[in-house]
């Protein structure tokens, strides 16, 4: 028996229907797990380390990462993820083919203890 995937609604006010289902579609899944401290640098911050994993997807993924600090850089052991950051929040977009598992590493050179950096949460989408 196949698992339910939530259908996906959208709105088209130029056609005649304006409401179209499309169940079935497989976005796979996709998993933030965070470590902790990577590397500190004294007294100024540090380096966090996080894993991102996922399966059955294909396309172009957008995950977002936030956590309950300033972010002030973002990094990947994989050169063709894209990588931002502002505020809290870490964006990175790649190919489904990248590297996986994808390293992650997030920076605090504000000042504040790199020990306290926690992950709040993540999203992603596929196109």
């Known amino acids: 028996m196949k698992t339910y995937t939530k259908p ?3 709105i088209d006010n130029g056609m005649a229907e304006g409401v179209y289902a499309a169940s079935g579609a497989n ?3 996709l998993n ?6 990577w590397d500190r640098w004294g007294t100024n911050g540090g380096k966090g ?3 991102a994993d996922w399966s059955g997807i294909d396309g172009t ?4 990462i936030t956590f309950n600090d300033t972010i002030d850089q973002a990094e990947t052991d994989d050169a063709s993820v894209q990588t ?6 870490a964006t990175f977009t790649f190919a489904s ?4 598992p994808l390293t992650i590493g997030i920076h605090l050179n504000h000042g504040t203890s790199i020990d306290d950096l926690k992950m ?8």
Do not use: E, P, R
């Not at 933030?32 to 401290?37: A, E, F």
């Not at 993924?61 to 977002?64: K, Q, S």
């Open 8 to 10: 996906v609604v959208t």
């Open 27 to 29: 976005q796979g899944k």
């Open 32 to 37: 933030v797990t965070y470590h902790g401290v």
């Open 49 to 51: 380390l996080a894993m």
């Open 61 to 64: 993924i957008t995950l977002n």
């Open 84 to 89: 931002s950051w502002s505020g809290k929040t």
């Open 97 to 100: 083919t990248a590297t996986n």
């Open 120 to 127: 709040t949460g993540f999203t992603y989408s596929v196109n």
